[in-house]
């Protein structure tokens, strides 16, 4: 290029930084069909981690899967088996509807569901506990071959403590040894030790094996935990599983554990109905007395009034008199209750409460209130609650937290109870003024009449009310002794459990897509860590953010053939044009041909990316000429010396004359890759022990020449900082329109950052997927502490890493490997 030509480049100032517009990487976001926005963006880019860390992510995969494949192998077979029960009233269909009224209040319209309160009763305490007791569930095998099954008539006191039994199991019988003592038996025959019995009735197949004597509580909780009760939809039938390693016991649990909630569902009704029988007796002998009296005083006045009959013209007025008397003596009962429930609240201690006020609210007419009756369920729902807390050698202090909650809960309850008493109290006490009024004006009339017909129609008016009392009593009374007699429940058993015939198999496919999903995610977690711990310049916008530095170009992969060869001659070789001393015109040498891209195939969509980072310095260049570069890169391996070497070509192709020199006086490659001898070099020429002629090599690339390294020198940072390299500099620059200088790595030592500081610019080669992020900022920091002038920097990508990355450079790579 002309001096003419370099005159007419549009110029910018000092103060411009050299990056080409179509450098720039901002991150974008477009609106409109057709248009990336920021979510597909991060979505790619998060999509690009699990590509580029996909060996990772299947490692991660294949482990979690071979780990629940192993786990399941070594699994030990489980069984499960499952009873149908349904929830019914069989005892109130056959005792004619008594106590509907109660149990409408558990589930009509209101907040309590009864078949989820009857599984509560299911896995309460008690109906385990006797499962507990019944099955054996106390003593547990340790894992050793041993199944509890295989022991008969089980029985573990409830004063035992909890213990390790060792068993012993010989030809003839079975022996066993334990904190308190020793015990022996033949097979079939009974063993004892200390509260402890069972029966091995055959040899288990195993010598010897331990049995753990659990406390019986932690029994329970434990099979409070295995046993799953739950209601199917829209049924009232309920499914009761349990599961476990033995196969003979699972359905011996779920069968006790069913027949304890049905013995148990069917004692609560029975005492229910007991005690509502017992309310009801005492109420009819009390009426039975009334009606004797009552007839006996008619009987009485009859005989001393010898009035044997009433008149008939007044029997209506009388038959609706002895209707509001007995609706005023029910008004009274009522009244009588209420003011009961409200002794019972005041004079009751704490936990007393709900046993003092339990036959009241059982009569028919308090039955019959369902707020009355809801309030008292619910405080005694709290004392149990409160009495579970606080009883038993476990039990919280009154001072719990919990405990004091439920206390508070009682005293509002109770409250709210006493409140709504006495409001029905009010109710009933204007119903009887009411009443009183109706009977005064009834009375009246009935006055008019004699009175001896007045005082045998009063008495057989009340002769008539205690008949009617009587009769209902004895039918409800007769009612609840039907109930107390029915030996049925809400509980009817649909299906008993049955032995499993096989272990459970369902769950495996399940536990190995879980592995799956374990290994993805620890997979990804792991690639997305990796990608974050990952401190290399992976990519042109991480070189530019990085190093805050233009991007001037990117070098992708070359097509390395391999072997040596010379340049643009005839046979592939290349014919070094050398004069001088020791080296004839037209002599040959070797050279590295596949590096040299420019050459070797200068038209290929390689060499292209060479002209681009010169066409790229040509329009960064600022108001002074750019006539000296120099080429390094912050570590070594990174690719400067080829890409100075095919840079210097590409200048040279343009019509402009070059000048390469090797300045890497330590570990010097330019020679090699041109194919001639290393001395004399430049180390030659400034130290004058050569001359111009001796150490330039022509190449046949038109308009280039070449300086290799020299004689290795004893100081080369003293060499190439020295007067005697700026007068070289100065020489260079009056031969040739541009000088391109390959010098060491920056981390080498000063060497690089000297002739920065001597020359126009500087070019600095980084390595994608190599160069550390750091040791890139310490090089452009290292460059401007001596005053050199960056001017941008080219991504090396000889690993083709830059596809993973971005799907351009995938389209662009795929350029560069078809060609034309």
């Known amino acids: 290029m002309s001096e003419h030509d370099r005159e007419n480049l549009p110029a910018r100032s000092d103060d411009e930084a050299p990056r080409p517009a179509y450098a720039s990487h901002e991150p974008r976001s477009y609106e409109g069909n057709g248009h990336v926005a920021d979510d597909e963006i991060e979505l790619r880019e998060l999509l690009g981690v699990l590509v580029r860390r996909k060996w990772m992510v299947l490692a991660f995969v294949a482990a979690a899967v071979a780990g629940t494949g192993l786990l399941i192998h070594f699994e030990e077979p489980t069984y499960r088996a499952q009873a149908l029960v349904r929830m019914e009233d069989t005892q109130r269909a056959m005792a004619g509807g008594l106590d509907q009224a109660a149990r409408e209040r558990l589930g009509g319209g209101s907040a309590v569901d009864p078949l989820r309160s009857q599984l509560q009763v299911l896995t309460s305490a008690q109906v385990l506990g006797q499962t507990v007791d019944q099955v054996g569930l106390r003593l547990a095998p340790i894992d050793n071959g041993l199944f509890l099954s295989q022991l008969q008539d089980i029985q573990v006191d409830a004063s035992v403590p909890p213990d390790t039994l060792a068993l012993e199991f010989g030809a003839e019988g079975v022996s066993v040894q334990g904190g308190a003592g020793t015990a022996e038996a033949a097979y079939g025959e009974p063993l004892e030790l200390a509260g402890v019995r069972f029966t091995v009735p055959r040899h288990p197949g195993v010598d010897q094996a331990l049995l753990q004597v659990r406390h019986r509580q932690r029994a329970v909780d434990r099979l409070r935990d295995d046993l799953q009760a739950r209601p199917r939809e829209e049924t009232d039938v309920v499914e009761v599983e349990y599961t476990s390693r033995d196969p003979e016991l699972v359905h011996q649990v779920v069968n006790a554990a069913v027949e304890a909630f049905r013995e148990r569902n069917v004692q609560t009704a029975r005492q229910d109905a007991e005690r509502r029988r017992v309310f009801l007796e005492e109420q009819m002998d009390q009426a039975d007395s009334l009606l004797s009296d009552a007839q006996r005083t008619l009987s009485d006045f009859r005989s001393r009034e010898r009035v044997y009959s009433s008149q008939e013209w007044f029997a209506a007025q009388q038959e609706g008199l002895m209707n509001l008397e007995v609706r005023r003596e029910e008004l009274d009962a009522d009244r009588g209750m209420y003011r009961s429930i409200?002794?019972?609240?005041?004079?009751?201690?704490?936990?007393?409460?709900?046993?003092?006020?339990?036959?009241?609210?059982?009569?028919?007419?308090?039955?019959?209130?369902?707020?009355?009756?809801?309030?008292?369920?619910?405080?005694?729902?709290?004392?149990?609650?409160?009495?579970?807390?606080?009883?038993?050698?476990?039990?919280?202090?009154?001072d719990n937290p919990d405990v004091r909650s439920l206390e508070e809960q009682i005293m509002s309850t109770r409250d709210r109870l006493e409140g709504t008493v006495r409001s029905h109290m009010g109710s009933v006490d204007a119903r009887i003024e009411a009443l009183d009024d109706l009977m005064g004006r009834t009375s009246a009339q009935i006055a008019e009449l004699p009175e001896v017909e007045a005082e045998e129609a009063r008495l057989v008016q009340r002769v008539r009310s205690m008949e009617s009392t009587v009769d209902q009593l004895r039918e409800e009374f007769q009612r609840a002794r039907i109930s107390e007699a029915v030996e049925a429940g809400q509980v009817d058993v649909i299906d008993l459990a049955s032995a499993p015939l096989e272990p459970e198999g369902a769950g495996r496919a399940l536990k190995l897509t879980l592995g799956l999903m374990l290994g993805l995610m620890l997979g990804g977690g792991a690639a997305f860590l990796a990608e974050t711990l990952n401190t290399r310049i992976r990519q042109r916008e991480d070189m530019e953010s990085t190093l805050q530095v233009a991007s001037l170009g990117v070098v992708p992969r070359l097509p390395i053939n391999g072997g040596s060869g010379a340049f643009a001659g005839a046979g592939g070789r290349v014919r070094g044009l050398i004069g001088g001393k020791g080296n004839g015109a037209g002599s040959s040498v070797n050279g590295s041909m596949g590096e040299l891209v420019t050459v070797s195939d200068a038209q290929s969509p390689h060499a292209e990316a060479f002209r681009t980072i010169r066409t790229n310095l040509l329009f960064s260049e600022s108001v002074r000429s750019l006539r000296t570069l120099v080429c390094t890169s912050p570590t070594p391996a990174e690719g400067k010396t080829t890409t100075t070497a095919n840079l210097a070509v590409a200048y040279a192709q343009q019509g402009v004359r070059v000048l390469l020199v090797d300045c890497d006086l330590r570990k010097s490659r330019v020679h090699k890759l041109f194919g001639f001898p290393r001395e004399p070099g430049l180390t030659d020429l400034v130290l004058g022990k050569a001359s111009w002629e001796e150490c330039c090599r022509e190449i046949s690339v038109e308009g280039m020449d070449v300086l290799g390294a020299g004689t290795h020198p004893p100081n080369p940072s003293e060499l190439l900082g020295g007067a005697r390299m700026r007068k070289a500099l100065d020489a260079f620059r009056e031969r040739y329109d541009m000088v391109l200088l390959d010098t060491p790595p920056l981390i080498a030592g000063p060497d690089a950052a000297i002739l920065g500081s001597l020359c126009d610019g500087v070019l600095l080669v980084v390595r994608a997927g190599q160069t550390e992020r750091e040791a890139g900022q310490q090089a452009v920091r290292q460059l401007h502490t001596v005053g050199a002038r960056v001017l941008g920097a080219v991504l090396n990508d000889p690993d083709g890493e830059l596809p993973k990355y971005s799907s351009y450079y995938s389209y662009q790579y795929k350029y560069y490997s078809e060609g034309d």
């Open 342 to 398: 409200l002794d019972g609240l005041q004079e009751a201690e704490p936990g007393e409460m709900s046993s003092r006020l339990e036959s009241l609210v059982a009569s028919p007419e308090i039955a019959e209130n369902p707020v009355v009756a809801g309030l008292f369920d619910q405080l005694v729902r709290y004392e149990a609650s409160r009495d579970s807390l606080v009883s038993g050698p476990w039990g919280a202090s009154r």
